[in-house]
């Protein structure tokens, strides 16, 4: 079957511009999580959900960072008013269970914002 | 805070070799660690994973190894393959936590 999706894959947004980053988890998929993976770091934790319900939002930087899930499918990370220290890939991520459990937590490709 | 390290950007082995990769961690709450593998343009796929009970968990070709005492673990790779080159990425995580954190990667490059 189809693995996480993201789109778009690659995103260039001018400085202050608001950008919108989608992720289709598994079908079926009850937890979704998003990461922030700056050039040469690990993937940092952002933000999960399990079901519609937003759980955790601890690892978002700062409230310029909005995540969704009002279906409790699809998902949308946007930010508001981009800086330059956005620049990074964002990485979707789902599992079949409640929480976290690592070995099935399946990624997506990631979308790679650059801001310019 | 780095909560979990891998100081070797990058590890370069012959085929048939072993490759062993590192990491450390700082956190002694962290009682589950993962390994995971990435190859460009992809996201990270999972590899193998052990929790703080046990100190081996092998799978095929891949061995990771865990010292809570020094607060390490390492992957073995035995034999390498070409097709392992990839960058490897190591995390941990602690019980009933969803914030997996990450170490920020080896690259490993097995020449053939």
């Known amino acids: 079957g189809a693995g996480v999706s993201q789109s778009p894959r690659y995103k260039v947004a001018k400085r202050g511009q608001d950008v919108a980053l989608r992720c289709d988890p598994i079908s079926g998929h009850v937890s979704l999580f998003w990461y922030q993976q700056a050039l040469g770091q690990g993937p940092e934790f952002l933000t999960y959900?399990?079901?519609?319900?937003?759980?955790?939002k601890s690892g978002l930087p700062s409230d310029r960072f909005f995540a969704e899930r009002p279906e409790g499918s699809v998902s949308t990370l946007k930010i508001q008013r981009t800086q330059q220290e956005d620049s990074a890939v964002y990485l979707c991520?789902?599992?079949?269970?409640?929480?976290?459990?690592?070995?099935?937590?399946?990624f997506g490709p990631g979308t790679r914002l650059t801001v310019l | 805070d780095q909560q979990v390290k891998q100081n070797s950007p990058s590890l370069s082995v012959q085929e048939g070799r072993i490759s062993i990769l590192n990491c450390d961690y700082t956190n002694s709450m962290f009682d589950y660690f993962l390994w995971y593998k990435k190859y460009p343009a992809e996201g990270p796929t999972f590899l193998i994973s052990?929790?703080?009970?046990?100190d081996k968990n092998e799978d095929g070709r891949f061995t990771v190894f865990l010292n809570k005492s020094a607060k390490h673990l390492s992957l073995h790779i035995v034999p390498s393959q070409p097709g392992d080159s990839a960058v490897y990425f190591c995390?941990?995580?602690?019980?009933?936590?969803?914030?997996?954190?990450f170490g920020a990667g080896t690259r490993l490059t097995v020449k053939p």
């Open positions: 052990i929790s703080s009970i046990k």
């Open positions: 959900f399990q079901n519609e319900a937003q759980l955790d």
């Open positions: 991520a789902s599992t079949p269970v409640r929480g976290w459990i690592g070995d099935t937590q399946y």
């Open positions: 995390a941990a995580s602690a019980k009933n936590n969803n914030d997996m954190r």
